[in-house]
């Protein structure tokens, strides 16, 4: 992996997760209930703060759960809920060194079909169907990783052009159209719930 990303709106930060398959898996993890921009650069200032120029899983999955929280609350905090997303950093580095040998390229490496793909990525803890598919579109669609069958595994996401997630933000505009995209089904869900009662 050695791309240009532009998820977090940062270089350095971009930097980062183009080069490291670590690091783009952990944005992904960290990219819920906090700005997109926010969640991805999460890993870079994690990094930082680990004193290292990339994330190691076996590193991570070792430390002590108590003081890895506590590196990922330092102001400013990681996310917005720092204790609870430092434990499932962890266990997800845990799961690549019990399942990877700690190399996250591996999820993706030699895969044979999309399918398959998405099997691998929603078996990561903190990974629903939803992320899988996101990241199983992120990595066709800007990270050349694009086993056969892999846009009718990724759904909706992987189509063409469809700034649905950061699976399309490759700068400030489709940036600004996947935040719309978002809205509009945030007021689409809102409506149809009102329709309901």
């Known amino acids: 992996m050695d791309v240009t990303l532009h998820l977090a709106q940062d270089p350095e930060a971009d930097e980062l997760l183009g080069r490291s398959p670590l ?13 997109m921009e926010w969640a991805f650069k999460g890993p870079r200032t ?10 190691d899983a076996h ?19 990681v996310h917005r809920y720092p204790g609870a997303m430092a434990k499932r950093v962890q ?4 799961y690549l060194v ?13 895969v ?9 990525l929603e078996a990561l803890p903190g990974f629903g169907r939803q992320k899988a598919q996101i990241f199983l ?17 990724a759904g ?15 700068g400030p505009d489709s940036l600004a159209r996947v935040r719309a995209h978002k809205q509009e089904a945030k007021a689409a869900a809102k409506a149809a719930k009102a329709a309901r009662k």
């Open 23 to 35: 690091a783009a898996l952990t944005g992904m993890l960290l990219d819920q209930q906090v700005p």
């Open 46 to 55: 994690i990094a930082d703060r680990l004193g290292a120029e990339d994330l």
């Open 59 to 77: 590193e991570i999955a070792a430390r002590d759960p108590e003081a890895f929280a506590a590196l990922l609350s330092e102001k400013p905090a």
């Open 91 to 94: 266990q997800l580095c845990q």
């Open 98 to 110: 019990e399942h990877y040998d700690g190399d996250a390229e591996a999820v993706w490496r030699g």
């Open 112 to 120: 044979g079909s999309g399918a398959e793909l998405l099997r691998r």
């Open 137 to 153: 579109a992120l990595l066709g669609k800007q990270l050349g990783v694009a086993p056969a069958g892999w846009r009718e595994a």
């Open 156 to 170: 909706a996401y992987g189509e063409p052009r469809s700034y649905r997630s950061v699976a399309d933000i490759t």
